[in-house]
């Protein structure tokens, strides 16, 4: 079982930036993949960002250009740098790991994003 605890979620303004924080209980050098994915209010939860423990990343469309998902394995943490913030980015934010291709996913309890002028 992994855990994972996110951090990082705040109040912010149109255009302001964020990072968020994953630390995992486990060797995230390990992972197959890890990433991002949020939910707003009466919305499915989407993907936001991945990054795979060859360090290949995918973007949802939404974010590209201003959202950044790295890793530090030396530290069993992922982030989510956000800059350019928009009130659609508004939502809780989970952090999501998986071990392998068709392994099990693990989730955060999410962190709160609101931006809002």
């Known amino acids: 079982q992994v855990q994972l605890v996110e951090s990082g979620g705040g109040f912010l303004q149109p255009g302001g930036s964020l990072r968020l924080s994953c630390a995992a209980s486990?060797?995230?050098?390990?992972?197959?993949?890890m990433g991002w994915y949020r939910q707003a209010p009466e919305k499915q939860r989407e993907l936001v960002a991945t990054i795979t423990r060859f360090g290949t990343t995918t973007y949802a469309e939404s974010v590209k250009g201003r959202f950044t998902v790295s890793r530090d394995n030396d530290k069993n943490t992922v982030y989510l740098s956000m800059n350019n913030l928009k009130p659609d980015d508004t939502a809780d934010y989970y952090c999501?790991?998986?071990?392998?291709?068709?392994?099990?996913?693990?989730w955060g309890q999410g962190t709160q994003v609101t931006v809002s002028s």
């Open positions: 486990e060797n995230i050098a390990n992972m197959y993949r």
């Open positions: 999501n790991a998986k071990k392998s291709v068709l392994g099990t996913d693990y």
